[in-house]
């Protein structure tokens, strides 16, 4: 069964890059059919899609976020990563890594982590 582990720091300074580290078992973030996306969710708010990369690295980013977001891997360590820039009080929330599914579900989700932006 695949599990997912988002890691990173809890808080960050305005204006800096926030980075996280989404860590898979279970499962290869190459393995054909499966997209592997970066959901956040702020306090009291929706879940807000932020962007996935497929099995190949292919990536999509939400237009509202795009500017200031990243996802990249390490295949080596099964790592999928999310760095989102200029970041600000706003973008605290809690931030989960996702797998969707051959079937296009999200079938498998991180248990996520909270990251605050403060000075």
């Known amino acids: 069964q695949v599990q997912l582990q988002e890691s990173g720091p809890g808080l960050v300074s305005p204006s800096q890059t926030l980075s996280l580290t989404c860590t898979v078992s279970?499962?290869?973030?190459?393995?054909?059919?499966?997209?592997w996306h970066w959901i956040r969710q702020p306090p009291g708010k929706g879940l807000e899609w932020m962007g996935l990369m497929g099995a190949s690295g292919a990536t999509g980013y939400s237009p509202s976020l795009k500017s200031r977001t990243s996802i990249s891997r390490d295949t080596s360590k099964n790592q999928i990563n999310l760095q989102l820039g200029s970041v600000t009080p706003e973008d605290r929330a809690v931030y989960y890594c996702?797998?969707?599914?051959?079937?296009?579900?999200?079938?498998?989700w991180g248990k996520g982590t909270l990251v605050t932006v403060s000075s």
């Open positions: 279970g499962g290869s973030i190459t393995a054909n059919s499966y997209y």
């Open positions: 996702v797998r969707e599914g051959a079937g296009g579900w999200w079938d498998s």
